[in-house]
């Protein structure tokens, strides 16, 4: 059985970071695409970032290009994300999740695995 444990998130002052942590068990994140997703109130879930460590390709959407980075360490069986410069309108929940190896996604469906999800906030 698959389980994606979330850590690092919480309150941060705009132009901040955090440090997303997914820890996985049941699964071999090298053998899988894993992707980070946020969901804002009211709002479907959207794919932030994807990250294929078997093939090696990376997306992000275009809301936080250049800002946040995704990982992974194979010897924690543990994906990341770095976010960095933080602003207000990234404040959500965050989920973590593992789909079928392959060229990372952006899109829900290429998932089948979820953590449980973790809400940032970015505020003064």
């Known amino acids: 059985q698959v389980q994606l444990v979330e850590s690092g998130g919480g309150l941060v002052q705009p132009g901040g970071s955090l440090k997303l942590s997914c820890a996985a068990s049941?699964?071999?994140?090298?053998?899988?695409?894993i992707g980070w997703f946020r969901q804002f109130p009211g709002k479907e879930r959207e794919g932030i970032s994807c990250?294929?460590?078997?093939?090696?390709?990376?997306d992000y959407a275009a809301p936080v290009k250049g800002r946040f980075i995704i990982s992974s360490d194979s010897a924690k069986n543990t994906m990341y994300l770095q976010m960095n410069n933080l602003k207000p309108e990234d404040t959500a929940i965050y989920y973590c999740?593992?789909?079928?190896?392959?060229?990372?996604?952006?899109?829900?469906?290429?998932?089948?695995?979820w953590g449980q999800g973790m809400q940032v906030i970015v505020s003064p």
């Open positions: 049941g699964v071999v994140l090298d053998h899988r695409i």
């Open positions: 990250f294929s460590p078997g093939i090696g390709s990376s």
């Open positions: 999740a593992v789909g079928l190896w392959g060229k990372c996604e952006l899109t829900e469906r290429y998932y089948d695995d």
